[in-house]
């Protein structure tokens, strides 16, 4: 089975990742997690030239973004690019689990995309505990 992206009216194929390409992806990855705005696009724009290098090795982020694309277009871009390196993003869940609605791929404004451990939950009404006092007790015992 073969994916492919489609951006702006162009579909381009996926190939397997060599391990130094998942760096790569992962390195971009990592990049587009601490973005927003205008960044958050180029970032995502990288992960999905990074997922793209094994069959398109000459494909530029940039020119990525000179594509006629939507937000939605790179997002499910990016979502198929970590689904093709064998990551999971954050918001795709297996079925029960809770997820996006109609398993549509997470928005490439949200970062942290990709889920490695459920997160640790609680309750929303727990108040923050106090610190803890500095050095010792405050009564002496001489």
Do not use: C, W, Y
């Amino acid at each position: 089975m073969s994916d492919s992206i489609t951006l702006g009216g162009r579909t381009f194929a996926l190939r397997p990742l060599k391990l130094g390409q998942v760096r790569h992806l992962l390195d971009a990855l990592d990049e587009m997690s601490r973005q927003s705005g205008g960044a958050l696009v180029a970032a995502a724009a990288k992960v999905v030239a990074a997922g793209l290098a094994p069959a398109h090795p000459d494909l530029t982020a940039d020119a990525l973004l000179d594509l006629e694309a939507g937000v939605d277009e790179l997002n499910a871009a990016v979502a198929t690019v970590l689904r093709a390196a064998g990551l999971r993003p954050a918001a795709e869940s297996a079925p029960g689990e809770a997820g996006s609605p109609g398993g549509r791929p997470p928005p490439a404004a949200a970062p942290g995309m990709v889920e490695t451990a459920p997160a640790p939950s609680s309750a929303p009404s727990t108040p923050p505990s106090p610190p803890a006092a500095a050095g010792g007790s405050a009564t002496s015992t001489n």
